[in-house]
């Protein structure tokens, strides 16, 4: 058994890998901290016993999703199997860099329709230039954009809309995901939430607007809170809710559960709210890139993640919401003696109008209904960068000079030492 979780020991073999051996070779190409690494090891066997061929697993791991999708564009790299964010799977279908994915099985079950028909719907939106997106891709996980937040000192009311981040008696305690894509587009769900009630405009319409105008709007109403900002983050805004040093934080409802579980285990009371003047909801999922050698174990691989046991694991491991649905999902997360009863009919199905269930994990319908979902903006990307540059400039407080340096501390030290930290964080989603 072969499976190799470093980079370059990972390249160095698959290189060095005979023809015959990269045809009874997975390359697997994921996240950090995003799958139980276990069920590696065990694909191997299962696949084994499902086709009578052997499979060794190759195990590498990206931070961005650009890195990935430059690997594959660029370098023609033969990754059997990858797990871009949303907006990227949307960009490698209209550029051609995907193949279908098989649901031939033979005597082995299709678990892929497990996957929740609200993810079907979601992906659904995905521009693929006249393709069906989901010929192409498998959901993984799913989340929200929303308001981590300290009860103690911030009213649960007033979280209920993205104002609150407005409000001057919370200022230097406010902290911002630094994803331009996610805080833009939620933002402008929220800021035009009137012409959308109106039916002036639709959701997805709004969730793919990235005019001047448009721009102009997110950008001056992010420059009248930007003051209080006490820090644009990429991974410590948790931790700073979790010691209290922070009172709120924009931020994705993986991350959000993480936090929430840390602090209770400190005594420290938080908890996660999804705006209802309007947010957004995301998806990763699993593709084919065109230069893939073992199509047909890369397929048995998606569908092997998406049995229930394995999607339950998966989750219980990196902390985020599997795309997988049905029965025995709703059983392993409903839990009468923690959580009211909510309508999450929208991902379990019309039974489950009124169940017990994480509200972090799965908001209400009501809630729901009033997100739109990520696109690529294409050409327009730049601008978006360049808004968000904009507004950041200026806004970097002695803390942040000092996390930076920090943070290039320990850059240096983990090159030196090597040593990796498991965090259950979200993806960077860059551009």
Partial sequence: MKKILAFALGALIAFGASAADRNHTLKVYNWADYIDEDLLDEFERWYKE??????????QLFDINEVMLSKIELGHEDYDVVCPSDYIIERMLRSDLLLPISHDFGDTPDYTVNVAPFIHRMMANTDGNGRDVRDYAVGYMWGTVGLLYNPKYIPAEETRSWEVLRN?????????????????????LALRKDEIDAGKVTRDEVSRDTSPESIKLVEDWLNSMKDGVQGWEADFGKEMMTKEKGWINLSWSGDAQWAIDEAEAVGVKLDF?????????????WVIPKYAVNTKAASYFINFLCMPE???????????????????????????????????????????????????????????????????????????????????????STFTYVLIGIVVAALIAGYLFSKRKKSHRRPARKH
């Fill in 50 to 59: 499902q086709t009578g061929e052997e499979v060794d697993v190759v195990y």
């Fill in 310 to 396: 394995n999607a339950l694991r998966n989750m219980d491991e990196i902390g985020y919401v599997s795309a997988i649905g049905g029965p025995e999902i709703l059983a392993a997360k409903t839990d009468s003696t923690a959580f009211a009863p909510e309508d999450a009919s929208y991902f379990f199905g019309p039974d489950a109008t009124a169940v017990c269930v994480n509200p972090v994990q799965y908001p209400s319908k009501s809630i729901i209904e009033r997100c739109g979902v990520l696109h690529d903006t294409g050409d327009r990307t730049e601008d978006l960068l360049a808004m968000w540059t904009r507004v950041k400039g200026d806004n970097a």
């Fill in 168 to 188: 001057p008696a919370y200022a230097g305690k406010i902290y911002v995901k630094d994803a331009f894509r996610d805080v833009y587009t939620s933002l402008l």
């Fill in 273 to 285: 709210s999804v705006p209802e003047d309007g947010s957004t909801v995301w998806y990763d999922g």
